[in-house]
T-cell receptor
Framework: DAGVIQSPRHEVTEMGQEVTLRCKPISGHDYLFWYRQTMMRGLELLIYFNNNVPIDDSGMPEDRFSAKMPNASFSTLKIQPSEPRDSAVYFC???????????????FGPGTRLTVL | QKEVEQNSGPLSVPEGAIASLNCTYSDRVSQSFFWYRQYSGKSPELIMSIYSNGDKEDGRFTAQLNKASQYVSLLIRDSQPSDSATYLCAAEYGNNRLAFGKGNQVVVIP
């Protein structure tokens, strides 16, 4: 299994530009999570999907952020317009369906390091 | 309000010693807790999970949970240079969602 795949691995853009981050979860996983990691705030959950449906987007910082999951094997996180404070590492993670009382491990992708100038 | 707190600064330990990491959590989070290891420039990977009070051992790692004190810890015995990383404490709070602490950096000195 290739694991969670993210692209691009690095993105440098200028303030005001649109940024699109991509994620392919592990085949068969029903949950997909988008996280942001910074030194100041640590690892924060932005949004998560279950069976392609967004369940909780309360972690999305502003309307400039949006996420979609058009099918079970692809998700995007878009920032429009981007700002310097959006600079961070963005991780995608996936996990299998939750069994009652049992946690299923989240597998993280390699991350996208975003720099907004 | 942050739900998982890791307040200790970087930890330096000599090779072969025990590294001890601590974590506290708020009432809102659930009863499932995890330790992730993150090497510099890499993604987090799960190394330990614990669900009930007491100790859980896996190789050189021991996780300890005290629900009354809302406290989780991780011990790394016989520390090796390859253990040098940032360790993230996490708590599950429903539907597989995780709240993470900011992490503790561990440096094992040969």
């Amino acid at each position: 299994d290739a694991g969670v795949i993210q692209s691009p691995r690095h993105e440098v853009t200028e303030m005001g530009q649109e940024v699109t981050l991509r994620c392919k979860p592990i085949s068969g996983h029903d949950y997909l999570f988008w996280y942001r990691q910074t030194m100041m705030r640590g690892l924060e959950l932005l949004i998560y999907f279950n069976n392609n449906v967004p369940i909780d987007d309360s972690g999305m910082p502003e309307d400039r952020f949006s996420a979609k999951m058009p099918n079970a094997s692809f998700s995007t996180l878009k920032i429009q317009p981007s700002e310097p404070r959006d600079s961070a590492v963005y991780f995608c993670a996936s996990s299998a369906d939750v069994l009652v009382g049992i946690y299923n491990e989240q597998f993280f992708g390699p991350g996208t390091r975003l720099t907004v100038l | 309000q942050k739900e998982v707190e890791q307040n200790s600064g970087p930890l330096s330990v000599p090779e072969g010693a025990i590294a001890s990491l601590n974590c506290t959590y708020s009432d809102r989070v659930s009863q499932s807790f995890f330790w992730y290891r993150q090497y510099s420039g890499k993604s987090p990977e799960l190394i330990m999970s614990i669900y009930s009070n007491g100790d859980k051992e896996d190789g050189r790692f021991t996780a300890q949970l005290n629900k009354a004190s809302q406290y989780v810890s991780l011990l790394i015995r016989d520390s090796q240079p390859s253990d040098s990383a940032t360790y993230l404490c996490a708590a599950e709070y429903g539907n597989n969602r995780l709240a993470f602490g900011k992490g503790n950096q561990v440096v094992v000195i040969p």
